[in-house]
């Protein structure tokens, strides 16, 4: 519903309450028989009661800023505050003592966010690393730095979910589509008591719109942009919700096509933007509400994406030009579902989720030179291309009990179990190489000519229970205990073949078991209820893994220049504890929000990967990072229909002892993390006549310089220089259509995101990961 819509219906409910035309009516017939209070009986004595209190032109804002039930939990309240879920019930983001940044579906829409990149950059104290293929989330600057697609063994820092099922994926993002989003919830710190392991640093949750027993709805959005230096970028978004029984139950279905533009050129090859992207897929959500008491979701979500190369360019070749000798495609496909059930009793409320996640992953490394080791005429054979297959599957559920939000005491208790499986395998075959080498591949375990043949397969189990209660101390103390066990166990078989695999070939299985608990302290003391300060100890924790072996005679120089004689078998779990102080305030009836936290994150051995020159990976614990961070978020309303957003966000990451597995000493910089991020809107919507609309929005976001390396000394480290980007947007709104103009990257900024050198390739280069060049476009929205 478009904001004009949403005000027209506000102002008749005020008319009819300044006229006093409800006076004689229960809130029950006024829902029957009005047509414009379509809200629930909840939302009109709220309404009433607000009116009442201010008498005057905050009563609209006040009523919306009442606690709503769990089902009104609808994201931008007003366009002051919004209501999450991040504690498993239902508050707005100034009432939740901890750094949460929640973006209303109102403004996500206006940063044109279709996927995480689009809105991090308005986020403090949440950076990414990586391109559009596989996007790296970092919190607070718990990192060692980045990972790879064949680390399958090394785990998320930060939680992702949607609605109540978790789909992050090591430390990437799926990257889905975000159409038909309520809000998104980024919480900052550790959520360990209610997220578990894998949030250590934070979580992110997506959270969509759910299907309305009352009301037909549908929209569509078609979207057309031309990238410089690329391609026309197409999109198609549509929605409709279908009320099957009136009150009782609906579905509401979601579809989406996009074509990103490539804008990289092969100048081996001779393509032109080869790095364009295509995605579609969709999601059926339904709702049966078959008694006031009970509610049941559930959804299905699939997504398909084919990127015709990576997004990464040879700097040797200049700006946006690779020089791989043949493309590199990426295909990936999620499929999601869930099931949740909420029932209220009288003395508490049950929540039940049931989810199950299925992801798969196909990509190709060219590797030209890599068969130089055991070829020296390797130019004369077909091009080296490993292929690279991932999938996993993850079944989790979860039990809740919680109070009633009407006990002064809230508690939730839960128990969570979880089963995952993860496999991934390589093959390296070159046509040729056993003649051309003198050796035959079959006496390593391998078919003919198939250089390295791998087939990891991991599973873990884990069982959790868990506790959170608020205690009221006087009138405005509230203390806050937490905590959670977890005992996981964790096997694997790998099995490796070929030459580049000697001697370790053959099948090798591992075990691991662990457990632990992790708790959480936090004090709040609200002046009044708009002034608010809070205390916060939090531990976080993430789950250890098997080491896949590596070649003794291969790889002997590497890990002995890393302090090692031999890979481990395992690497242990990781912990850190986070110490925060924080302050949330609205000043000048709301007109002025400012939010500001400061933290202290104590990481002792933590988990440290290093990928060798001979091609294997190695994960071991060691050193210890202390990171102090700053991050202050406000909103001004200056004016009806004018909002100002800001923020800043400061950390720094360091190393506290010398980390030779890496090259690291005491005192350097974490990989990828920002000293400094700010960020900042201006969204104006203004009414141009009775029935239409027009808005303007610009955004900007900075990210500060970044080493990709602990040591910047190191000759394979680089430094990325700080960039910043402008985007803008114009459009006019009516009650069922819309029509916008935008500019991503308005500047044409060339901000890298990451560079390394690749020695492997027939034409070894530089890489550089770069951000989208400047886009412009027209969207068009029509609704029912």
């Not at 809200?39 to 309404?47: E, G, K, T, Y």
């Not at 159409?179 to 900052?188: Q, S």
């Not at 110490?579 to 000043?587: C, I, N, P, Q, R």
């Not at 709104?733 to 060339?750: I, K, T």
Request: hydrophobic share 35%; glycine share 10%; charged share 20%.
């Amino acid at each position: 519903m478009s904001v004009l819509r949403r005000r027209q219906r506000f102002s008749l409910i005020l008319d009819k309450i300044h006229n006093n035309d409800m006076s004689s009516k229960t809130p029950l017939e006024i829902e029957k028989g009005d047509p414009v209070a379509s809200f629930s009986n909840r939302a009109v004595l709220m309404l009433t009661v607000g009116f009442i209190s201010m008498h005057g032109s905050h009563a609209l804002a006040q009523a919306q800023g009442a606690a709503p039930a769990a089902d009104e939990a609808v994201g931008e309240a007003s366009g002051n505050e919004i209501v999450v879920t991040a504690r498993k019930r239902s508050e707005t983001v100034q009432d939740v003592p901890t750094s949460i940044r929640a973006l209303g579906s109102e403004e996500l829409s206006k940063l044109g966010a279709d996927s995480i990149e689009e809105f991090a950059g308005q986020t403090p104290g949440l950076s990414l690393t990586g391109n559009r293929a596989n996007t790296q989330v970092v919190v607070r600057g718990v990192t060692t730095g980045p990972v790879n697609q064949d680390q399958a063994e090394i785990k998320e820092t930060v939680g992702l979910y949607i609605d109540e099922t978790p789909i992050a994926v090591q430390r990437f993002s799926p990257n889905l589509k975000l159409y038909d989003l309520e809000r998104v919830e980024v919480l900052r710190g550790p959520q360990g008591t209610l997220y578990g392991a894998g949030s250590m640093a934070g979580a992110i949750r997506l959270i969509t719109r759910k299907p309305d027993a009352g009301d037909f709805e549908a929209s569509a959005k078609g979207q057309l942009a031309g990238i410089d230096h690329g391609g026309t970028t197409r999109t198609i978004d549509a929605m409709v919700n279908i009320p099957v029984v009136q009150d009782k139950f609906a579905i509401r279905a979601v579809g989406f096509y996009k074509h990103n533009a490539g804008f990289i050129d092969n100048v081996v090859t001779g393509e032109d933007n080869v790095n364009s992207e295509v995605s579609k897929g969709g999601r059926i959500a339904a709702r049966f509400t078959p008694s006031a008491d009970t509610t049941i979701d559930s959804f299905v979500s699939y997504q398909k994406s084919r990127h015709a190369a990576r997004s990464v360019y040879a700097e040797e070749a200049g700006y946006l030009n690779t020089t791989v000798a043949v493309n590199e495609p990426y295909v990936d496909r999620n499929l999601i579902a869930s099931l949740t059930v909420n029932q209220e009793l009288d003395p508490f409320d049950v929540t039940l989720v049931g989810s199950y996640r299925k992801k798969d992953l196909g990509y190709l490394i060219e590797t030209g030179t890599f068969v130089s080791f055991v070829a020296p005429t390797y130019r004369n054979l077909p091009l080296g291309v490993i292929g690279n297959n991932a999938d996993q599957r993850d079944y989790s559920g979860e039990f809740r009990l919680s109070s009633k939000s009407s006990s002064p005491v809230q508690w939730t208790v839960g128990a969570f179990y979880e089963n995952k499986r993860n496999h991934f395998d390589q093959d390296l075959t070159v046509a040729g190489v056993d003649a051309a080498g003198g050796f035959s591949s079959p006496a390593f375990g391998a078919n003919r000519d198939q250089l390295f043949a791998s087939d990891i397969n991991l599973k873990e189990r884990q069982i959790a229970l868990f506790g959170e209660i608020v205690v009221p101390i006087g009138d405005k103390l509230k203390a806050t205990v937490g905590g959670r066990y977890f005992d996981a166990k964790q096997s694997s078989i790998v099995q490796f073949a070929g030459i580049f695999a000697d001697p370790n070939t053959g099948t090798f299985p591992f075990r691991n078991k662990e457990n632990g608990f992790n708790p959480k302290f936090n004090l709040a003391y609200e002046f009044d209820r708009d002034h608010m300060v809070y205390a916060q100890a939090a531990k976080g924790f993430r789950l250890g893994g098997t080491n896949e072996p590596v070649p003794a005679t291969t790889c002997a120089a590497d890990l002995a220049a890393r302090g090692l004689s031999a890979a481990p078998d395992s690497f242990k779990s990781d912990s850190l504890w986070n110490y925060e102080v924080g302050a949330k305030t609205s000043w000048f009836d709301r007109a002025l929000t400012v939010n500001v936290s400061a933290y202290k994150i104590k990481w002792k051995n933590p988990q440290v990967t290093a990928q060798l020159g001979c091609g294997f990976n190695v994960f071991v614990n060691a050193g210890g990072l202390d990171i102090t961070g700053t991050e202050l978020e406000t909103i001004i309303r200056p004016a009806e229909g004018l909002t100002l957003r800001g923020g800043l966000g400061y950390t720094d990451s360091k190393l506290t002892e010398d980390l030779s597995f890496v090259g690291g000493r005491e005192g350097d910089r974490a990989p990828f993390v920002p000293k400094w991020q700010f960020n900042g809107s201006i969204d104006y919507t203004h009414a141009l006549s009775k029935t239409l609309e027009g808005f303007a929005f610009l955004s900007v976001q900075n990210t500060g310089d970044r080493n990709t390396r602990f040591n910047p000394t190191l000759a394979a480290n680089s430094r990325l220089p700080a960039y910043t980007i402008v985007n803008a947007r114009l459009g006019v709104n009516a009650d069922q259509w819309s029509v916008e103009v935008f500019a991503e990257n308005l500047g044409g900024s060339r901000g890298r995101t990451n560079r390394n050198f690749y020695p492997f390739s027939l034409t070894p280069m530089t890489q550089v990961e770069v951000v989208t060049p400047r886009t412009i476009g027209l969207e068009l929205t029509v609704r029912y």
